[in-house]
Every structure is written in structure tokens, then in C-alpha cells.
């Protein structure tokens, strides 16, 4: 009687010495291909003009250091307001989304919760169905909004998508738990922050995360909302100054007593707002990155 031998999948095998040269490679390939855009304008930015005219653009190879273009976007103006506003929107943002997006989520968590079924198809619906462009201007006008730096939170204040992961998560959690609470006579005030809170530190992390780095990279609010450029976030600046090539150097940054010409290269200068508007993200991201498999893969799958 012959025994039939039981094969793994393809993929579970343990790959030959050529095929780990071959990982190996294609990694290596896609983080060059990553990073060597970044170095490129990290390096471009501290390089000064003589470096930057014999390369003739961007520079790839090092020729002298400079911090002349960062020491000038923080000295004032546009760039340094930009960047405060940035600050304040993400963190008054990140604070607010949060916090509604747990409570709503710990509330459409709990089977027994008032309208738990019509509040849960009308959050699903907004997959599927937006609210268009022209629609959420007009009601942002109507709540005299325009200009206003609450425009840049509210109409995004809760994201679906981060409300229905976190969700997810909540009722991942045993029950017992919150009866056990229940019948020590603790309300659902103190189940969720003493107890739902403190086991949801990974998803919590991550959702923040998500709504931080949104506050941070997002423009298009603000293109339709803020018409007054001292109230522009960074991102803002950046869409101007670098993708549509305004000359920052003469239209934000010279004064009455400092000629153009003696100012750091528009380059080097665009590219410094890039790595500004660029390190917050890098500097954050490390230290969310081991919550992400719980996170969002456990509230995601198993809910």
C-alpha cells in the first residue's frame, strides 16, 4: 500500500539560493527606487547655488552643504505660517476624529445600542455614495465656514472606512468582559475607557495615525475652503510654490530690504518645503508600525 505524501503549496516551500538572489534583487530594485528620489531632494536642499548650477537641477552628487534654504523658510513668512497652520489642523483634527470616531464605533459595537441598525447602514452607505463636491461647499458656506480653519477638520472629522475597522476591533473583544464590568456596577463610560481602551491601544494607534497623516497631506479642502492665503496650510504651499512653479524665493520670502539675488536658489527652496512637508510622516510612522498587523488586520478580518 503505497502512502500518499502530503505537498505544500508553492508558495510554502522554501525557496532555492537563485530564487533568494532573485527576492533579494527585486527588493533592492524597489528600495532604490524609493529612496533615491528622497535622497535626491534631501540632498538638493542643502546644497548651495554654485552645486546646484553645475548640476544644472537637481543635485545628485554632493558639492558643498548648505542650510541657507531652511534657515530662509523659517526666518517668516508664508512657509512658517504654513507650517503652524499644518500643526494646528492635524492636532486639533487627529484629537477630534479620534475621539468621535471611538465613541461612535464603541457605540454601533454594541448590539443593544439605540438606532444601532439605521446609524450602521447609513455609515456603509457612505462607501458606495459621496456627498459630491458642490453639495458639501454649499453646506460648509452655509455654516459660515469659508475661511475658516474649522473647515479643514469638520467635513472630514469622521472617516468611514476608520469607523468601521475600529468597530470591527471593538467586537473582537469578549463580551464577558463588559458584563463582568456590568455587574460590578460600572457604566459604559467606564467600561470603554478603563477597560475597551487600555486592550484597543493598537488600533487606536493606527486610526490616529491614518487621520494625522490625512490632516497633514490634504489640500483640496483648502483649495476650496480658504481663500485667504495666510491661512493656508503647508500642503497648500507646496501644491503652489512647487508643482505649479510660482517663484517662492521673490513672491514669498524677499522684503523691501533683501534683493532676490541674495537669496538661497527656488530649488533648493522647493525642495526644502518638500522635506518639511515630508519628515513628520517619516518621524511618525516608525513608531506606529508594530501595531498595524493588530491593528488593522485582526479588526478588519475578524470583525
Same mark, same amino acid.
Given at each position: $500500500? ?10 510554502? #516551500?522554501?525557496?532555492? !539560493? =537563485? #530564487?533568494? @538572489? @532573485? ?16 535622497? /535626491?531632494? /534631501?540632498?538638493?536642499? /542643502? ?7 553645475? @548640476? ?9 552643504f ?5 534657515? #530662509? ?20 483634527g ?16 454594541? !448590539? ?20 459630491? +463636491?458642490? !453639495?458639501?461647499?454649499? $453646506? ?16 472630514? *472629522? ?7 475597522? $475600529?468597530?470591527?476591533f471593538? $467586537?473582537?473583544? =469578549?463580551? #464577558?468582559?463588559?458584563?463582568? *464590568? ?6 459604559d ?6 477597560l475597551?481602551?487600555p +486592550?484597543?491601544?493598537?488600533?487606536? %494607534? ?15 479642502n ?20 512647487v ?5 517662492i524665493?521673490?513672491? %514669498?520670502?524677499?522684503? @523691501? ?28 510612522? =516608525? ?11 485582526i ?5
Open positions: $500500500m503505497t502512502t500518499l505524501t502530503r505537498q505544500r503549496p508553492v508558495w510554502a #516551500e522554501t525557496p532555492s !539560493p =537563485p #530564487e533568494r @538572489a @532573485a527576492k533579494a534583487a527585486v527588493l533592492a530594485a524597489i528600495a532604490l527606487a524609493v529612496l533615491f528620489p528622497i535622497y /535626491v531632494v /534631501v540632498l538638493t536642499s /542643502v546644497s548651495p547655488a554654485s552645486a546646484i548650477n553645475d @548640476a544644472g537641477g537637481l543635485v545628485v552628487v554632493p558639492r558643498g548648505s542650510l541657507a534654504a531652511y534657515s #530662509e523658510l523659517f526666518a517668516g513668512g508664508v512657509v512658517t505660517r504654513a507650517v503652524a497652520v499644518s500643526v494646528g489642523v492635524t492636532a486639533t487627529t484629537a477630534i476624529s479620534l475621539t468621535a470616531t471611538t465613541l461612535a464605533a464603541y457605540g454601533l459595537s454594541r !448590539p443593544g445600542s439605540l438606532l444601532h441598525r439605521p446609524l450602521l447602514f447609513l455609515v456603509l452607505m457612505t462607501f458606495l455614495f459621496g456627498p459630491g +463636491m458642490i !453639495p458639501s461647499y454649499l $453646506m460648509v458656506s452655509s455654516l459660515g465656514l469659508i475661511d475658516s480653519y474649522w473647515a479643514l477638520v469638520l467635513p472630514t *472629522a469622521i472617516n468611514a472606512f476608520n469607523l468601521v475597522v $475600529m468597530r470591527a471593538f $467586537m473582537n473583544i =469578549p463580551g #464577558e468582559i463588559s458584563d463582568s *464590568a456590568r455587574v460590578d456596577g460600572a457604566s463610560w467606564v467600561i470603554l475607557t478603563r475597551v481602551l +486592550m484597543s491601544r493598537g488600533v487606536v %494607534a493606527v486610526v490616529g495615525l491614518f487621520y494625522a497623516v490625512g490632516y497633514w497631506n490634504a489640500f483640496f483648502a483649495i476650496l475652503y480658504i481663500n485667504d492665503n495666510a491661512k493656508w496650510p503647508l500642503q497648500l504651499v507646496l501644491r503652489q510654490y508643482q505649479q512653479g510660482q517663484n524665493s521673490v513672491g %514669498a520670502l524677499a522684503d @523691501a530690504s533683501q534683493s532676490a539675488s541674495t537669496l538661497p536658489p527656488s530649488l533648493a527652496l522647493q525642495m526644502a518645503i518638500v522635506v518639511i512637508a515630508l519628515v513628520p510622516v517619516l518621524a511618525l510612522y =516608525p513608531f506606529v508600525q508594530r501595531h498595524f498587523t493588530k491593528g488593522v488586520i479588526g478588519a478580518v475578524k470583525g
